[in-house]
């Protein structure tokens, strides 16, 4: 195998964060800290900080470096209208589908933040793009929507380093939302992000303190074969 031609490497080892272990620490620490976030304070978030969480997203993996990830910025007031009567509907129905005690706690879960969060996105992967010459994603096309989410992780930890708080959003009837939004056909909903300043910053998942459901702390499910 031929060497690659060195373009961008690193000149000597101080100038990466690699191998460091306070890095590591603080890494560990920006994982356990991150939350899903549903409850926002109302003051906005300013336009620079918005614009590095989503630049953030480029620098995450993609399938064949395709970079499918396209956003919608919510902001038109009927707009936003629309997707939080997308969702409050969408929720009733999801209610539905549960009984008894499991239907108390759910009815009073807070699952989204759209009537408060500042900043609201709905996001997209782009099926049909050509970049990346279907590398990898012609055996598997669903690899394009996973590097849509692999970017939207990359975001939400951008955020929380920065004291921002997301919240993903995925209960909406996906085929109204997208004909409300007028999206193309190749761009396949992933789900809407609600950012902003947290109410608070908590280490327990939320649905955890609804007593809903417990994170899994004994960790992975590894099988060998
Ligand atoms: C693909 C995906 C979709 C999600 N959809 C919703 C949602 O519609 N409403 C909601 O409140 N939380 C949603 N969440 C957040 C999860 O409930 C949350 O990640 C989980 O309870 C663990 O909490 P934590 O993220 O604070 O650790 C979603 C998370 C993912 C990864």
Same mark, same amino acid.
């Given at each position: =195998? ?13 100038? %990466? ?18 939350? @899903? ?31 499918? %990830? ?7 007031? !009927? ?5 939080? !009567?997308?969702?409050? %509907? ?45 590398? #990898?994603?012609?055996? =598997? ?21 920065? #004291?921002? #708080? ?6 909406? @009837? ?5 004909? @409300? ?14 950012? #902003? ?16 459901? %417990? ?11």
């Amino acid at each position: =195998m031929t060497a690659l031609p060195a373009t961008n490497t690193v000149a000597n080892k101080e100038e %990466t964060a690699v191998p460091n272990p306070a890095f590591v620490e603080q890494l560990e620490e920006l994982f356990r800290q991150r939350r @899903d976030v549903r409850r926002f304070q109302s003051e906005p978030v300013e336009e620079n900080l918005v614009a590095k969480i989503l630049a953030s997203s480029c620098t995450a993996p993609s399938v064949g470096l395709s970079q499918p %990830t396209r956003f919608l910025r919510l902001q038109n007031e !009927a707009v936003r209208r629309d997707v939080l !009567a997308n969702f409050e %509907t969408a929720n009733a129905e999801a209610l539905q589908g549960y009984e008894g005690d499991r239907a108390k706690l759910y009815a009073n879960l807070k699952l989204a933040g759209l009537r408060e969060a500042p900043v609201q996105i709905a996001v997209f992967c782009d099926t049909g793009t050509k970049k990346g010459a279907g590398l #990898g994603s012609r055996t =598997m096309p669903e690899a394009l929507v996973y590097s849509t989410v692999c970017s939207v992780m990359t975001m939400w930890l951008n955020a929380t380093a920065r #004291g921002l #708080g997301l919240g993903w959003i995925s209960i909406f @009837d996906v085929e109204r939302l997208t004909a @409300d939004l007028k999206t193309a056909d190749e761009w396949t909903f992933v789900g809407c992000l609600c950012i #902003g300043w947290p109410e608070e910053y908590h280490l327990d998942p939320e649905l955890e303190r609804a007593g809903w459901e %417990t994170r899994d702390r004994k960790g992975p499910i590894v099988e060998v074969r």
